[in-house]
């Protein structure tokens, strides 16, 4: 139950913060939210913690709960980025996420052929025929299972441990395209052939051949989307 209440005050003050409901510099106080909710005091400021952790409050003494401003969240964090797809704005969080993938997964392909164990481009190869089988099928929940499962194993196999780290990341965007509509009711072929080629290209080795096809899965990503993200501004935030 405390567990179930604590998730609770999370999800609604997170959700109000990235929502805009609650904006930057607003206040609030841990007995508001314990009256509201129905929590108790440790609940609340547990609950509380977990939220400073994302950079979405701090606590000021004498003051209360402050909200950051969205330059102080945790963009990185994989449940800031399932909140942002959620609010209305998520074609900013979609456009941010596919431009590091553009940038970040075929460099890990590339470095998967050169360094990926043996089991790791088996698996990888496997997950791709499968994938082409859902998709052929229709069967999108399926496909979207794979298709974070191959996308992890490949930044995995590159061996480089802050690549590997963004799997929980890439999951979350890839959730988000299909469950909020943003994906074709069938995978096109070409697609699906192209994770086919980034997979057999890790296998055998060849790097600028598992870069390239990631390259264009990534291309092919940003044309489809991309209309969602067409109109909104772009974020400078140079460090001070």
């Given at each position: 139950?405390?567990?179930?209440?604590?998730?609770?005050?999370?999800?609604?003050?997170?959700?109000?913060?990235?929502?805009?409901?609650?904006?930057?510099?607003?206040?609030?106080?841990?007995?508001?939210?314990?009256?509201?909710?129905?929590?108790?005091?440790?609940?609340?400021?547990?609950?509380?913690?977990?939220?400073?952790?994302?950079?979405?409050?701090?606590?000021?003494?004498?003051?209360?709960?402050?909200?950051?401003?969205?330059?102080?969240?945790?963009?990185?964090?994989?449940?800031?980025?399932?909140?942002?797809?959620?609010?209305?704005?998520?074609?900013?969080?979609?456009?941010?996420?596919?431009?590091?993938?553009?940038?970040?997964?075929?460099?890990?392909?590339?470095?998967?052929?050169?360094?990926?164990?043996?089991?790791?481009?088996?698996?990888?190869?496997?997950?791709?025929?499968?994938?082409?089988?859902?998709?052929?099928?229709?069967?999108?929940?399926?496909?979207?299972?794979?298709?974070?499962?191959?996308?992890?194993?490949?930044?995995?196999?590159?061996?480089?441990?802050?690549?590997?780290?963004?799997?929980?990341?890439?999951?979350?965007?890839?959730?988000?395209?299909?469950?909020?509509?943003?994906?074709?009711?069938?995978?096109?072929?070409?697609?699906?052939?192209?994770?086919?080629?980034v997979a057999s290209a890790i296998q055998a080795h060849h790097p600028e051949a598992a870069r390239n096809a990631m390259d264009q899965i990534m291309r092919r990503t940003m044309d489809e989307v991309g209309a969602v993200w067409a109109h909104e501004p772009r974020i400078f935030e140079p460090l001070p």
């Amino acid at each position: 139950m405390s567990s179930r209440l604590h998730n609770l005050v999370i999800e609604t003050v997170g959700m109000r913060i990235i929502s805009g409901e609650l904006a930057a510099g607003d206040t609030m106080h841990s007995e508001h939210l314990e009256t509201e909710l129905q929590v108790s005091r440790s609940v609340a400021r547990e609950a509380v913690r977990v939220l400073q952790s994302l950079g979405l409050v701090e606590s000021v003494k004498r003051v209360g709960i402050r909200v950051l401003p969205a330059a102080r969240w945790n963009v990185f964090d994989p449940t800031v980025i399932r909140w942002r797809l959620a609010a209305s704005k998520k074609g900013l969080q979609l456009r941010s996420l596919t431009e590091l993938r553009s940038a970040v997964e075929p460099a890990a392909a590339e470095l998967a052929a050169v360094h990926a164990p043996a089991e790791l481009s088996a698996e990888l190869l496997t997950v791709a025929a499968q994938m082409r089988a859902a998709g052929q099928a229709g069967d999108l929940e399926r496909f979207l299972d794979l298709d974070i499962r191959f996308h992890g194993l490949v930044l995995a196999a590159s061996g480089n441990e802050m690549f590997g780290q963004m799997q929980s990341m890439i999951a979350e965007v890839l959730r988000g395209r299909t469950h909020y509509g943003l994906m074709p009711d069938r995978p096109h072929e070409e697609a699906l052939e192209l994770h086919m080629d980034v997979a057999s290209a890790i296998q055998a080795h060849h790097p600028e051949a598992a870069r390239n096809a990631m390259d264009q899965i990534m291309r092919r990503t940003m044309d489809e989307v991309g209309a969602v993200w067409a109109h909104e501004p772009r974020i400078f935030e140079p460090l001070p």
